[in-house]
C-alpha cells in the first residue's frame, strides 16, 4: 500500500474529527435531553451515511477509506466492550 499524500491524509482527520465529533454529540443529547438511544442509533446511522456519499470524491483511492474503516470497526468494537456509546448500542429493538 502506498503512503497517503497530505490531502488524503488530511481528508481522513477530517472524516475522522467530524465523525468522533457526530457520535459525542450524539451521546451528549442522549444525556441532556433523554433522547432514547434509537433515536441516537439511526442519527449516527444517517449521518454517516450523507457522508459516505461524498468518500469517492474525497478519496479516489481505496487505501485511506478502508483505513478509517479499520479504524472505526476498532473504536466500535472497544466502545461497545466498555459501554462508551450507550446511545449508539442500546437500543430497545433486537438486532
Not at 26 to 44: D, H, I, L, Q, Y
Amino acid at each position: 500500500m502506498d503512503c497517503l499524500s497530505n490531502k488524503e491524509l488530511t481528508r481522513l482527520v477530517f472524516v475522522s474529527v467530524g465523525l468522533l465529533i457526530a457520535l459525542g454529540t450524539t451521546e451528549f443529547v442522549r444525556r441532556r435531553f433523554g433522547v432514547s438511544a434509537e433515536v441516537g442509533r439511526k442519527t449516527v446511522h444517517i449521518g454517516t451515511g450523507v457522508l459516505i456519499l461524498f468518500a469517492p470524491g474525497w478519496f479516489p483511492r481505496a487505501a485511506p477509506v478502508l483505513l478509517i474503516t479499520a479504524l472505526f470497526i476498532i473504536l466500535n468494537i472497544q466502545a461497545y466492550a466498555a459501554g462508551w456509546l450507550p446511545s449508539v448500542h442500546r437500543s430497545s429493538r433486537r438486532s
